[in-house]
Every structure is written in structure tokens, then in C-alpha cells.
């Protein structure tokens, strides 16, 4: 694969000798009233100015061939200088030619408890046709129904575990206990035997790529309902009593927690944290608004994530596709919280 051969993004044509020429031009012929010398100039003018125009003109279009400088509608890196992830910003082929090497492994945790088991089957037929394909993918499916875990197809080099888990009386609560059981799984089994580790929202589909792009240190997703606001607008946890509390005036991005992800290790320093995090204040008798997603926001200020998926990534089905939106590659399906949450 040929690398990238240059870093600067097309120059516009510049403009300047043209207007030196159209002013001698207009010096000679008017002011001077010199046919001849107009004219000598007109074609000694012309040349350079156009071999200039040449240049510019035609080189743009090879110049764009090579830079990925081509998303000018979006910003693509933070301001601590992580990538934040559009369509057009990178190159698969390159990615791939990079991580397949590596041989690595991407856990990936769902769970499904309750009424949610009914979301499972089109996560994993969508996941299989677009996530991480050609990687190895060990799926973990936490359920309190696993007779009820849909028989789906894997490709080569994909698996899926199934742990029994009890569920619990309040979505609240499935939600941010989803904490603890991704750093028991990681501290049981996962620490030693992956590279990298997501876990996602289990009422969602998949409708477009989702590959090594996404792998980094630490990853979170921009969510959809904040990606175009100013950061009072965000619904970060607000009282000082939390743990979550983020004052006005400070924060970066609201992230979504339906995904969470990036190596093992720090992954693992995350939910511990937040699960502790989220302890206290249990003990403080107080819930953050978002719960878990209030705490990691609180944990990736502080934290900052390596990697930023833009919206792409985390959408939902009820808003249409924003003009900044390329292509969805994950989104929320539809669903009514009254007919599938416990309470
Ligand atoms: C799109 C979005 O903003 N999602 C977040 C949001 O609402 P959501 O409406 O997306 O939350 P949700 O109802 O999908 O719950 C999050 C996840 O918990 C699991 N689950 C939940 C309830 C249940 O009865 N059974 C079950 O398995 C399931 O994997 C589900 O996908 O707020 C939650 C706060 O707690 C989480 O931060 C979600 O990630
Ligand atoms: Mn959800």
C-alpha cells in the first residue's frame, strides 16, 4: 500500500500575479498609451500566469487523491488531538493493512435482560454484516432468558458466549450495573485474552461499516441528541452532591454510554471507576440524571478519550439522517420504554 505523500491540503489558485498582470496592463495600455508595450507585456504576462493557473488547477485534483483532507464540513480532531471518526477521514485498506497483522481480538459485551432479548437478533445479524468483520469477535451476552438467545450464523473466527444473569426491578439499574459486570468479566476472564473490548446498547442495528477505525485507547461515541450543541446544553450531571457533577462552563463532548469501549486495560480502569463511582453515590442517597452515562462523561473529562466516533456511529432511528451524516453506520431502533423497561 503507497503511504500518503502529502500532508498539506490543496492550495486555492492565487490570485496575485494575475491582478499585477491586469494592472500593468491597464498601465501600459491606458496610461501610457503604448500599443506595442501592452501587448509585449500581455503575452510576457500571460505565460507565467498562466502556467501558474495550470498548476494549480490541475495539481488540486491530484493533490486530493492523496490527502484525506476532505471533510472541511466537520471537525475531525479535538482539542487535545485525538481523531474524532467521520466517513472520508479515513482509509480502510491502510487500517486493516495495520491491525490485521496484529492478530487481535475485540470482545464485545450485550446485555439483554428481560424484554430486551427480543433486540438481540437484528444486533447480531447486522452486527455480523458490518462490525468488525474479517477480526476475530468474541461476543458476551449477559441474559436472564438464555433459551431465548437468537441461533445466528457467526463468521469464521467469531464466537459468543452466553452468562446467565439475574435482572433487576428497575432499568435504572440493568443500565448501571452493566459497570460492575463488564469489570468482573474483564478482572475473570477478558484481561488476559483480548486486545480490545466494547460493549453496546442491545436496542440498535448496525447499517453500515464499523471496523478498525473504531480501535484505540480508549474510545467514546459523541451522541446524537448533543452533537450540535454548546456544552450548557449538556446533560451532564449538575449537583454538586454526585460524584457525576460536572459544573457549568467545563466539559467536552456529551458522549453516549450505549457504547463503551478501547483497550482492555483501560476499559477496565473505567467501569471500576465509575462502579465506584456510582457506589458512593448510592451510599449518598442520590442517582445521577443518566446514571452510568452521567458518570462516564464525569470519567472522560477528566480522562480524555483517545479516539472520538462522531455521530455515525451513534444515531437513532427517530431523528433523519443530518447532511453531516454520510453514512449511519449504528442507531437506536425505535421503541416503546413503556412496553419493554420493567418499571
Ligand atoms: C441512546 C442513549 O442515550 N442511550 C442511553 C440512555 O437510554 P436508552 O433508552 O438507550 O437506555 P436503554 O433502555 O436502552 O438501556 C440501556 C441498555 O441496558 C440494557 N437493558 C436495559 C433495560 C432492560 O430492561 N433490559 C436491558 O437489557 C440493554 O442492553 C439496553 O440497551 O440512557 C441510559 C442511561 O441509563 C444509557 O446510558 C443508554 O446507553
Ligand atoms: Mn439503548
Same mark, same amino acid.
Given at each position: 500500500?503507497?503511504?500518503?505523500?502529502?500532508?498539506?491540503?490543496?492550495?486555492?489558485?492565487?490570485?496575485?500575479?494575475?491582478?499585477?498582470?491586469?494592472?500593468?496592463?491597464?498601465?501600459?495600455?491606458?496610461?501610457?498609451?503604448?500599443?506595442?508595450?501592452?501587448?509585449?507585456?500581455?503575452?510576457?504576462? *500571460?505565460?507565467?500566469?498562466?502556467?501558474?493557473?495550470?498548476?494549480?488547477?490541475?495539481?488540486?485534483?491530484?493533490?486530493?487523491?492523496?490527502?484525506?483532507?476532505?471533510?472541511?464540513?466537520?471537525? +475531525?480532531? +479535538?482539542?487535545?488531538?485525538?481523531?474524532?471518526?467521520?466517513?472520508?477521514?479515513?482509509?480502510?485498506?491502510?487500517?486493516?493493512?495495520?491491525? @490485521?497483522?496484529?492478530?487481535?481480538?475485540?470482545? $464485545? $459485551?450485550?446485555? *439483554?435482560?428481560?424484554?430486551?432479548?427480543?433486540?438481540?437478533?437484528?444486533?447480531?445479524? +447486522?452486527?455480523?454484516?458490518?462490525?468488525?468483520?474479517?477480526?476475530?469477535?468474541?461476543?458476551?451476552?449477559? $441474559?436472564?432468558? %438464555?433459551?431465548?438467545?437468537?441461533?445466528?450464523?457467526?463468521?469464521?473466527?467469531?464466537?459468543? +458466549?452466553?452468562?446467565?444473569? %439475574?435482572?433487576?426491578?428497575?432499568?435504572?439499574?440493568?443500565?448501571?450495573?452493566?459497570?460492575?459486570?463488564?469489570?468482573?468479566?474483564?478482572?475473570?476472564?477478558?484481561?488476559?485474552?483480548?486486545?480490545?473490548?466494547?460493549?453496546?446498547?442491545?436496542? $440498535?442495528?448496525?447499517?453500515?461499516?464499523?471496523?478498525?477505525?473504531?480501535?484505540?485507547?480508549?474510545?467514546? *461515541?459523541?451522541?446524537?441528541?448533543?452533537?450540535?450543541?454548546?456544552?450548557?446544553?449538556?446533560?451532564?450531571?449538575?449537583?454538586?452532591?454526585?460524584?457525576?457533577?460536572?459544573?457549568?462552563?467545563?466539559?467536552?463532548? &456529551? &458522549?453516549?454510554?450505549?457504547?463503551?469501549?478501547?483497550?482492555?486495560?483501560?476499559?477496565?480502569?473505567?467501569?471500576?471507576?465509575?462502579?465506584?463511582?456510582?457506589?458512593?453515590?448510592?451510599?449518598?442517597?442520590?442517582?445521577?440524571?443518566?446514571?452510568?452515562?452521567?458518570?462516564?462523561?464525569?470519567?472522560?473529562? &477528566?480522562? @480524555?478519550?483517545?479516539?472520538?466516533?462522531? %455521530?455515525?456511529?451513534?444515531?437513532?432511528?427517530?431523528?433523519?439522517?443530518?447532511?453531516?451524516?454520510?453514512?449511519?453506520? &449504528?442507531?437506536?431502533?425505535?421503541?416503546?420504554?413503556?412496553?419493554?423497561?420493567?418499571?
Amino acid at each position: 500500500l503507497a503511504p500518503p505523500s502529502y500532508v498539506l491540503p490543496p492550495r486555492a489558485p492565487c490570485l496575485v500575479p494575475l491582478a499585477v498582470s491586469v494592472a500593468l496592463l491597464v498601465y501600459f495600455s491606458a496610461v501610457r498609451s503604448s500599443i506595442l508595450l501592452s501587448s509585449v507585456f500581455v503575452v510576457y504576462a *500571460a505565460f507565467p500566469v498562466n502556467v501558474q493557473l495550470f498548476i494549480h488547477l490541475f495539481s488540486c485534483p491530484v493533490f486530493s487523491m492523496h490527502v484525506l483532507v476532505v471533510r472541511t464540513d466537520v471537525v +475531525t480532531v +479535538t482539542p487535545w488531538l485525538a481523531p474524532i471518526v467521520w466517513e472520508g477521514t479515513f482509509d480502510t485498506n491502510i487500517l486493516d493493512a495495520i491491525y @490485521k497483522p496484529q492478530n487481535i481480538t475485540v470482545a $464485545t $459485551t450485550v446485555f *439483554a435482560m428481560g424484554k430486551y432479548i427480543q433486540f438481540l437478533k437484528d444486533f447480531l445479524e +447486522t452486527a455480523e454484516k458490518y462490525y468488525m468483520v474479517g477480526y476475530r469477535v468474541r461476543y458476551f451476552i449477559f $441474559t436472564d432468558s %438464555p433459551e431465548e438467545v437468537p441461533v445466528v450464523p457467526l463468521g469464521a473466527d467469531r464466537s459468543l +458466549t452466553i452468562i446467565t444473569a %439475574p435482572s433487576l426491578n428497575r432499568w435504572q439499574d440493568i443500565s448501571l450495573g452493566r459497570m460492575l459486570r463488564l469489570e468482573q468479566l474483564i478482572e475473570s476472564q477478558l484481561a488476559n485474552e483480548v486486545e480490545y473490548i466494547f460493549s453496546l446498547d442491545v436496542d $440498535t442495528k448496525f447499517h453500515g461499516h464499523w471496523g478498525a477505525e473504531t480501535l484505540d485507547s480508549l474510545v467514546a *461515541a459523541v451522541h446524537h441528541s448533543f452533537y450540535n450543541y454548546p456544552r450548557d446544553q449538556f446533560t451532564y450531571e449538575r449537583r454538586p452532591k454526585s460524584q457525576a457533577y460536572i459544573p457549568y462552563g467545563q466539559g467536552d463532548y &456529551y &458522549y453516549c454510554a450505549a457504547m463503551v469501549g478501547g483497550q482492555v486495560e483501560q476499559v477496565y480502569k473505567l467501569v471500576k471507576t465509575c462502579r465506584i463511582q456510582l457506589n458512593i453515590d448510592k451510599a449518598n442517597s442520590i442517582e445521577a440524571v443518566w446514571q452510568e452515562e452521567s458518570h462516564f462523561n464525569h470519567y472522560l473529562l &477528566y480522562n @480524555k478519550p483517545t479516539k472520538v466516533l462522531s %455521530p455515525e456511529y451513534m444515531w437513532i432511528d427517530l431523528y433523519k439522517q443530518a447532511s453531516v451524516l454520510k453514512v449511519i453506520r &449504528y442507531s437506536h431502533v425505535l421503541k416503546k420504554n413503556n412496553e419493554v423497561r420493567p418499571n
